[in-house]
DNA sequence: TGTACATCAGTGAACGCGCGTTCACTGATGTAC
DNA sequence: TGTACATCAGTGAACGCGCGTTCACTGATGTAC
């Protein structure tokens, strides 16, 4: 196969890569130019292939966008399940490192986050993508789980699934106005990360947690 | 002057109308197809006049959409300070009042709310969509104020600051995911609002506010 | 191991279309006197 | 009150352009035997 690691082809007639040279150039492209900004035929000319040739691949410029909307939940959701590593060294620690790796994925794949995101897709008419927009939001969830059950004996055990949805909404609140990657971002008085980081502990003071959330023992498996 | 309420003359040869026309035009267009899927070309027709005829109203396409979206954010604010209504009938009630119209402003126009956040205009080059912006947020800044003034003794006054970007960037997150009003909003096992009011609460509860919130008395001016 | 052949993944030319933009123009409006 | 005139806010024709899409085609690849 020739293409080389940009995923233009050197000279064969097949691509051999054509799919995903076309999801790169368009994420490039988003990334350029927002959502709004990137054509099918674009797309096609930055991976060097002929306009036709995006036929063989994607039925339109909507099935490109929702697979890299889609590639994005997927590669988000690594991310975010590498922030979790499973509650390691302790449970808060790790929860709250799942919030900052909802920011530093915002910041650093604004093409991604509003493809993701902002694009307008709708997601009864794409199930994949809804999967993937859920197997994301899952480890938030099993993060949630696992700190609910730490609840302190002499407080009420947290819903977990409301926990998650409000952590959820806080990070992507935050991450939408002031971490996100592109132009938009609005200015702050203290770092995103700083910002998330006392909104969750407060949060979880109010659930009845400890304000120090460092565990004598181990958390429970 | 010859036009009627839809903002579409009438016969005569002057609009007289046109720059409200062709705000509420890409309103609608942005409404049914995103704030992608509007042309400089297309809102003219739909205000019925000639392609030449924007030129006379706005630079390019760009202008008119931070036009529609700086009269979003007047609108947005508007809606705030309403709900507010200046901390009646207690700051608590009226707290939680304005978090439920931010839900119910993203819900029930979410063309002004895709092109006030989501359309990716740059703030920096839009001084004025940048003001009308903070003007909005200075309402949940003001609320705040108050309610962190009605601290209870016991417990360190909470930075208002920081309180208003807790309830900014929450309200945001679940405006986003759970309440837009278009296609892209996520299901819910229950209602955006319940959902925010729960969270807020949980978040005040963590700053030392008593759970129950009614206060005794009125609440300081 | 070679060969014939089916299939795959591209080409490139062509098309109709709508967009953005410019231009000289003109009808309507407002105002000075 | 009338009139002349400047200004405003439109027209409509024209243009070049790039996009989406189709089509018959063809080079490359894989596989059956």
Redesign the interface.
Known sequence: MNWNKRGRREGGYHHGNLKEALMQAALDLIAQK???GFTFAEAARSAGVSPAAPYRHFRDRDELLASVAQQGFEQFEARLTAAWDDGRPDTPTAFQRVGKAYLAFARQNPAFY?AM????????SNPALLVA?ERAFAIIRAASERLAAMAPPNVPRPPA??MA??I???????A???ARG?????K???SAED?LE??V???????GFPTDQRPAAAPPR
Do not use: V
């Not at 995101?117 to 009864?124: A, I, K, N, T, V």
């Not at 959820?168 to 935050?174: E, V, Y």
């Open positions: 927002g959502p709004a509003s995101f902002e694009s307008g897709l709708p997601l009864e927009s699934l409301m949805l409000h959820w909404s806080l990070s992507h609140g935050i939408s106005l002031f592109d132009a938009a971002r609005r702050l008085p203290m910002l006392a909104g502990l407060i949060y979880l003071k109010g659930l």
